[in-house]
């Protein structure tokens, strides 16, 4: 019986998704299945798929167009086989993922959440970087503690688990163009067990120079809010996850209370569905107070925090950074 299923949620992949379905197919380990959701594709990319010979390749076009979110959302309803891994069309498995994967699993039978060593690679397919180094074995509270204080690499790509698991879990939630929406996902499918994972790198993921500015501001918000909110609801459930939340989500709201604040300073009033870094920060402070009582948070104590504020304050002062920065631009979250 075929173990695994690759999942390849797409729209308009262009050349991107041959070259990450070429390297799906160029797999060692040869007895798997390559399940692909795709949204209305308008470039040919159906067609493409449609074209190939493979017969480990099932195609699901999609009736409408559908939400990012809602595509994905259609993995739960999917035949899978034992195990799945999901990918974007713009990400590459090297041909031992599997191989490496499988053994993973037979010497971890108890985890219930799988990975890989990984790295960045840029649009053009040239290494950014490794991904930061990972334990082989990994509780639920280490797991989310290295996520909230920022030591560990995550992505969407590269993750092993049960089909049982992932449906049990709901699939992954609909966020705001899944936006946080995965590490809820990863977290969720530790609880049970816990995650191993490989030191071989059997992945790359890709980075596109305008990754932080494809979603929207209040996207981002309302992402991070829920986020908060699942922290929380973790917390009041699973005792033995408050000791990390405790610990390190204050650092979270702090890293991210920064960058989101950066990030609508650049964005026109217009666009901002009313919001100002005031509110931003306040509901920040809001976070803070909910998971970690009687914390030191404080957002004005962040460097450029009180100057973001002031500039945000006045017409003028916004005008002239957002023509600062469109001479001189930088990624907001770093």
């Known amino acids: 019986m075929t173990k695994y299923s690759i999942i390849l949620p797409v729209r308009n992949g262009g050349d991107y998704v041959k070259t990450c379905v070429a390297g799906i197919l160029a797999q060692s380990y040869r007895d798997f299945h390559l399940l692909v959701l795709d949204n209305c594709s308008t470039d040919g990319t159906l067609e493409w798929l449609q074209s190939l010979s493979d017969q480990r390749i099932r195609v699901y076009p999609s009736k409408k167009p559908l939400s990012i979110e809602e595509n994905w959302g259609r993995i739960t309803g999917l035949p899978k086989n034992e195990f799945i891994t999901l990918i974007g069309h713009d990400d590459l498995l090297d041909p031992h993922y599997l191989t490496v994967m499988d053994r993973l699993i037979q010497n971890h039978p108890q985890a219930t959440l799988f990975q890989a060593h990984f790295r960045y690679i840029d649009s053009g397919g040239s290494l950014i970087r490794r991904c930061k180094p990972m334990d082989e ?41 899944l936006l946080f929406a995965d590490f809820e996902l990863w977290t969720e499918l530790t609880l049970p067990g816990y995650k191993a994972t490989a030191f071989e790198e059997c992945f790359a993921f890709r980075l596109h120079q305008s990754m932080t500015t494809g979603s929207s501001d209040w996207k981002f918000q309302l992402a991070f809010g829920r986020f908060i909110e699942y922290l929380e609801k973790t917390r009041d459930r699973h005792p033995q996850m408050a000791g990390a939340i405790s610990r390190y989500a204050v650092d979270f709201i702090r890293n991210y209370c920064k960058g989101l604040s950066h990030r609508l300073l650049r964005t026109p009033l217009r666009k901002r569905n009313g919001q100002t870094i005031e509110d931003f920060t306040a509901k920040c402070s809001d976070f803070a107070d909910r998971l970690v009582p009687g914390n030191d948070f404080d957002p004005y104590k962040l460097p450029g925090m009180r100057l973001a504020r002031s500039i945000d304050r006045y017409w003028f002062f916004r005008a002239l950074f957002l023509l600062f920065k469109r001479i001189y631009s930088k990624p907001v979250l770093t």
């Open 137 to 177: 074995r990994q509780s639920p509270a280490e797991f989310l503690s290295f996520f909230l204080a920022n030591n560990i690499d995550n992505m969407g790509t590269g993750y092993m688990m049960r089909s049982k698991d992932y449906d049990a879990a709901g699939g992954i939630p609909p966020y705001p163009n």
